[in-house]
C-alpha cells in the first residue's frame, strides 16, 4: 500500500472513531435523562437521585414532594441539546390531584448534565423537577369559593351556613370520668362507661363535635387535659340548631358538589419570606342554593311530632308549584333514617283516595251511588271488617269513603281490572319516582293485582301495596292541583319524573276531595273541623311485627288550601295521634 493510501486510511478510521464515541455519549446522555423522568414517573426517589450529582439532597427533597403531592404523575423528556461533555434537557410534567384525580398540574423544566468519562450524572436542581421546588417544599390545596355560598329557605333566610366546629378526639389513657363530666350536659348520651366502650379498640376517638358556644365554656378545661385534642373544622349546619330535618343531608350534599365544582387549587411552595403560588387555578365565583323549604314550618312539623313515642314523619307540599315546604321527623324516626322521604309501609286507608278514584273512573259508581257498609265481610275468601266492626247499612259512597268502610272499598275493588289501581296510583304520583337536586324520594309501589284476594287487600291499602310520607303527601298534592306536581326542593329546579304520569280524569279529583271534606265535618277527622276549608283522610295499616303480633301504623292526609300534608305515626294503633299531629302542625303555621 503507498504511503498516500496508509495515511488516507488512518484518517477515515480516525473520524469513524470520533463519530462512534459521539454516538455513544449521545446515547448515555438520553439513557441518563430517561432514566431520570422515568424513575420520577415511578415516584422511585432513591433511583432518581442515584442519577444526581447530589444523591442525599435529591432522595431527601423527592421523597418530601411525593408525600406531599402523592405519586399520581408522569414525565417525559421533551428535548435535550449536547455542547461536548455539558448538555440541557427539558422535561414535560403532569400531576393529577383530588378523589377523582381530575385537577391537573401541568408545566415544563429545565435540566442539566455533565459527562465525567463515559457517563452522565444530572446536575441536581430541584427547579428540574418541578417550579418552585427550589425555593421550598410543595403542597396542594384547594381553594374554597369565597364567599361560601349559603342554603336559603323560600323566605331568604339563612338555613344552612359554614360553621367552625371543633372534634372533641380521645386516646386511650383519658380521664374518661372528667371527660364525661363536661361533655354529659351537652350530649347526655355521654357517660364514663360510653367512652370506654368507644376506646376499647386502643385507637383515638372522637367523643364529640361542638359548636362555638357549647366548646368556649369548657375549652379550657378539655386543653388541659391529657390525651384529649382538639380540632377545629369546618363544616355546613343548621343555622338554628333545632332543625334537624332529612332533608338538609340532600341540600348539604347538593351544596358540597356545587362547592366543589367551583373550587379551585393551587400549588404552593413554603418559601422563606412565606407561601408562593406556583400552579393552580382559582375559584370560581358559586351562588346560594334557594330551597323551597320553609323554616317555620319545620320548627312547627318538629314540634307538632315531639310529643310521640314511636317513630313520626311530617311532609307537606305546596301543590300549586310542588314546592317541599317541610319534611319532619321526630328523634325515634331519625335513628331509623330518613323514613319520610324513603320509608316504604302499607297506607291502609289513606289509600282509599286511590280506590274511589279508580271505582269513579270505571264508572262503578258515582259520589252518591248507595253502597253496603255492614260490619265485616268475606270477599272473594278474605274475611274483610270495619274498624270495631261498625255498620252503616247501605249509605251514598261519599258517606262510606268519609267514615271509612273497608268493606265497601273491598267490595268497589275486587270488580276492577287487575291493573285499574295501579293506573290510579300513578295519576296521583304514587309509583312515580322523581329525581330531585337536593332530594331523593320514593312515592312508593301499586303492583298490578292479578287475584280478587289481592285486589280486595290493596283497595284497603294492605297486601302489597306501599307509600312513604312523601308519597302520601304526593297523593293529596295531586287531588288539590289535579295533575301530579313536579316536587321540588331547590327553587327552579323542578324533580324529574322516572315516566309521565296521565292526567286525572276531568270531574274525579274535585268528587274525591269533596268525599275529603266530609271526612272532617263528619266522618274519621273531625277533631281538625276547627280549621277552615280543611278536607282530609285517615288511615290505619295492620302490619305483624317480629314478635308475631298484629300492630297498626297511624296515618293521616290533608288539604288546607294550596297546602297538601301526610302525617304518619308507626305503631301508633289507630289514625288519632297522626290526626292529631296534623292539627297541632296546622293550627300553628299560617
Not at 382538639?230 to 362547592?259: H, N, V
Not at 373550587?263 to 365565583?285: C, F, H, I, L, S
Not at 320548627?299 to 313520626?312: H, I, R, S
Not at 308519597?471 to 315516566?499: C, F, K, Q
Request: include cysteine; aromatic fraction near 4%.
Amino acid at each position: 500500500m503507498t504511503a498516500l493510501r496508509r495515511g488516507t486510511a488512518l484518517v477515515l478510521l480516525a473520524v469513524l472513531l470520533l463519530v462512534s464515541g459521539c454516538s455513544d455519549a449521545e446515547d448515555r446522555l438520553t439513557s441518563t435523562v430517561q432514566g431520570f423522568a422515568e424513575a420520577l414517573t415511578r415516584g422511585d426517589a432513591q433511583a432518581a437521585a442515584a442519577l444526581t450529582n447530589d444523591e442525599t439532597a435529591a432522595a431527601d427533597t423527592l421523597d418530601k414532594l411525593y408525600a406531599s403531592l402523592g405519586k399520581d404523575v408522569q414525565f417525559a423528556v421533551t428535548g435535550s441539546q449536547r455542547e461536548e461533555n455539558q448538555a440541557s434537557f427539558t422535561v414535560s410534567a403532569t400531576w393529577k390531584f383530588g378523589p377523582e384525580k381530575t385537577i391537573e398540574w401541568s408545566y415544563t423544566a429545565d435540566g442539566t448534565a455533565t459527562q465525567q468519562g463515559d457517563d452522565w450524572t444530572i446536575q441536581w436542581n430541584p427547579a428540574a423537577v418541578a417550579p418552585g421546588l427550589d425555593e421550598g417544599p410543595l403542597s396542594f390545596s384547594t381553594l374554597a369559593p369565597v364567599p361560601a355560598a349559603r342554603v336559603l329557605d323560600r323566605t331568604g333566610a339563612e338555613l344552612l351556613t359554614q360553621h367552625i366546629v371543633t372534634l372533641v378526639d380521645i386516646a386511650p389513657g383519658a380521664d374518661v370520668n372528667t371527660v364525661a363530666s363536661l361533655l354529659n350536659p351537652i350530649a347526655p348520651a355521654i357517660t364514663p362507661q360510653s367512652l370506654t366502650d368507644e376506646l376499647a379498640a386502643g385507637e383515638p376517638v372522637t367523643a364529640i363535635t361542638l359548636r362555638d358556644d357549647d366548646l368556649a365554656p369548657i375549652q379550657a378545661q378539655l386543653s388541659a387535659l391529657p390525651n384529649v385534642t382538639l380540632r377545629p373544622q369546618t363544616r355546613l349546619l343548621a343555622t338554628d340548631r333545632a332543625l334537624t330535618s332529612p332533608t338538609l343531608a340532600g341540600l348539604s350534599d347538593l351544596w358540597q358538589q356545587r362547592t366543589d365544582g367551583a373550587a379551585g387549587w393551587a400549588v404552593t411552595a413554603e418559601t422563606a419570606t412565606g407561601p408562593k403560588r406556583v400552579g393552580g387555578q382559582d375559584a370560581a365565583a358559586v351562588g346560594d342554593i334557594a330551597s323551597t323549604l320553609d323554616a317555620g314550618m319545620l320548627l312547627a312539623g318538629e314540634a307538632a311530632l315531639a310529643p310521640l313515642p314511636t317513630p313520626a314523619a311530617i311532609v307537606a307540599i305546596q301543590p300549586s308549584t310542588g314546592d317541599v315546604l317541610a319534611v319532619t321527623q321526630n328523634a325515634p324516626a331519625d335513628a331509623q333514617g330518613p323514613i319520610a322521604l324513603t320509608g316504604l309501609y302499607p297506607p291502609g286507608s289513606t289509600f282509599k283516595t286511590v280506590t274511589v278514584s279508580a271505582a269513579l273512573q270505571a264508572g262503578q259508581v258515582t259520589p252518591d251511588s248507595i253502597v253496603g257498609c255492614p260490619g265485616t265481610e268475606n270477599i272473594e275468601g278474605r274475611q274483610i271488617p270495619n274498624d270495631d266492626n261498625f255498620e252503616l247499612g247501605d249509605v251514598p259512597l261519599h258517606t262510606a269513603f268519609a267514615r271509612s268502610c273497608n268493606t265497601t272499598m273491598g267490595r268497589l275493588a275486587v270488580d276492577l281490572p287487575p291493573d285499574a289501581l295501579t293506573k290510579a296510583a300513578a295519576q296521583l304520583g304514587l309509583g312515580i319516582d322523581f329525581v330531585a337536586p337536593g332530594m331523593t324520594t320514593v312515592t312508593g309501589s301499586v303492583p298490578v293485582a292479578d287475584t280478587s284476594a289481592l285486589r280486595v287487600e290493596e283497595g284497603i291499602g294492605q297486601g302489597k301495596v306501599t307509600a312513604s310520607p312523601f308519597g302520601m303527601a304526593l297523593v293529596a298534592a295531586t287531588l288539590a292541583r289535579g295533575s301530579v306536581p313536579a316536587p321540588t326542593i331547590v327553587d327552579g329546579e323542578p324533580g324529574v319524573p322516572d315516566r309521565a304520569p296521565d292526567p286525572v280524569p276531568a270531574a274525579v279529583d274535585e268528587q274525591v276531595q269533596a268525599m275529603m271534606r266530609e271526612t272532617i265535618t263528619g266522618g274519621t277527622a273531625t277533631q281538625l273541623q276547627d280549621i277552615p276549608g280543611m278536607l282530609g283522610k285517615t288511615g290505619t295499616a295492620e302490619y305483624v311485627a317480629q314478635d308475631g303480633a298484629t300492630h297498626a301504623h297511624g296515618w293521616f292526609v290533608g288539604i288546607r288550601g294550596d297546602l297538601a300534608l301526610a302525617v304518619f305515626v308507626s305503631d301508633a294503633g289507630s289514625s288519632t295521634p297522626a290526626v292529631d299531629a296534623a292539627g297541632r302542625f296546622l293550627r300553628a303555621v299560617p
